[in-house]
Nanobody, 121 residues
Framework: QVQLVESGGGLVQPGGSLRLSCAAS????????MGWYRQAPGKERELVAA???????NYADSVKGRFTISRDNAKNTVYLQMNSLKPEDTGVYYC???????????????WGQGTQVTVSS
């Protein structure tokens, strides 16, 4: 069983910062890519940032230079540092982890429960 627990969301004013975290737990054998997606009301879920097992990163163009994704393999945790936040960053942020468990030999994709980020004055 795998569980992803997200934290760090909340209300912040434009230009402010938030740090999201997502901790994976369970019978985890190996974690490949970890990432963050977001979904604004009425819009499709979009990739915000991703980080590979070798610490390579990808960012959506809209967040480049403002967001930083990182991971702590010892804690099975991925972070998203969000700076210079804009109202357009508002949405539900979902952690996504590609991992393999001890009991299931194939790679599977797991989602966190989502955490609300609201950027508003």
């Amino acid at each position: 069983q795998v569980q992803l627990v997200e934290s760090g969301g909340g209300l912040v004013q434009p230009g402010g910062s938030l740090r999201l975290s997502c901790a994976a737990s369970g019978s985890i054998f190996s974690i490949n890519t970890m990432g963050w997606y977001r979904q604004a009301p009425g819009k499709e879920r979009e990739l915000v940032a991703a980080i590979t097992s070798s610490f390579g990163t990808n960012y959506a163009d809209s967040v480049k230079g403002r967001f930083t994704i990182s991971r702590d393999n010892a804690k099975n945790t991925v972070y998203l540092q969000m700076n210079s936040l804009k109202p357009e960053d508002t949405g539900v942020y979902y952690c996504n982890v590609d991992l393999r468990t001890w009991t299931r030999g194939t790679w599977r994709n797991y989602w966190g429960q989502g955490t609300q980020v609201t950027v508003s004055s």
